[in-house]
């Protein structure tokens, strides 16, 4: 199949719709069937070589619970955010609707991050203010956010370490992350990961609702290096 290439390639229809959050109103470009990723044959070989699905396609719980907590917080002038995982990047771009100066975007795969684009432009968030890059958990970069948000990234107990160890690497020392989900039996590994890399936590119930009105349930993990946040 030639060099391995990180990108699901979605070439199905596609659609832009309104997603409200906090009473926020959020374009959201995305695929009009996302199901489509799941049986494509280029999937189901990156599948079998990396365990790999395209679930980036779909909107989770995780990223209404994240983009609420993400839009109840009184954020600075000149924030600079990391989105992991971010596929659709609901969080994020509520995040820049909410006064976050700048977000990066990243995903391990390259075909949501040009979704992210068209969303920026949609929302009309000027030059500069959306990024996008590929992030693999395994071969991490050096450098530092001063706020880290991730929706729906521990959904498996093989995740918590790498993402526990993202947070350490490039989390800024005096930075705040965000990480929210529903209820998982895997999110018991979370408090033990976090205190064997000397991160700082708390975790609290939050509530959303996500596009047809369904009420959601999920944790709020908000980590930190140092004495406190």
């Given at each position: 199949m030639g060099e391995f290439e990180p990108d699901s390639r979605?070439?199905?229809?596609?659609?832009?719709?309104?997603?409200?959050?906090?009473?926020?109103?959020?374009?959201?470009?995305?695929?009009a069937e996302p199901e489509r990723l799941l049986d494509d044959p280029r999937v189901l070989a990156w599948n079998a070589r990396d365990d790999y699905m395209p679930y980036w396609a779909f909107l989770w719980p995780g990223a209404f619970l994240l983009a609420e907590a993400v839009a109840a917080e009184g954020w600075g002038s000149?924030?600079?955010?990391?989105?992991?995982?971010?596929?659709l990047g609901l969080s994020g771009l509520v995040g820049l609707a909410s006064g976050i100066d700048r977000v990066v975007f990243t995903d391990y795969d390259r075909a949501p991050l040009r979704f992210v684009q068209q969303?920026?432009?949609?929302?009309?968030?000027?030059p500069g203010r959306v990024e996008t890059a590929l992030l693999d958990w395994r071969n991490l970069p050096e450098a530092s956010y001063p706020v880290i948000l991730g929706a729906d990234v521990l959904y498996e107990r093989p995740l918590i370490p790498l993402v526990v160890g993202v947070l350490r690497a490039m989390l800024a020392p005096d930075?705040?992350?965000?990480?929210?989900?529903?209820?998982?039996?895997?999110?018991?590994?979370?408090?033990?990961?976090?205190?064997?890399?000397?991160?700082?936590?708390?975790?609290?119930?939050?509530?959303?609702?996500?596009?047809?009105?369904?009420?959601?349930?999920?944790?709020?993990?908000?980590?930190?290096?140092?004495?406190?946040?």
């Open positions: 979605y070439e199905g229809p596609e659609t832009v719709s309104t997603v409200e959050i906090a009473g926020r109103t959020i374009r959201l470009a995305r695929p000149g924030v600079e955010a990391l989105e992991l995982g971010c596929g969303s920026g432009r949609a929302n009309g968030f000027g930075g705040v992350a965000l990480i929210s989900g529903p209820y998982r039996v895997a999110t018991e590994d979370l408090e033990p990961a976090l205190n064997g890399a000397g991160l700082r936590f708390e975790s609290r119930p939050i509530g959303a609702r996500n596009e047809t009105g369904k009420g959601l349930k999920g944790r709020l993990h908000r980590i930190w290096k140092g004495e406190g946040f």
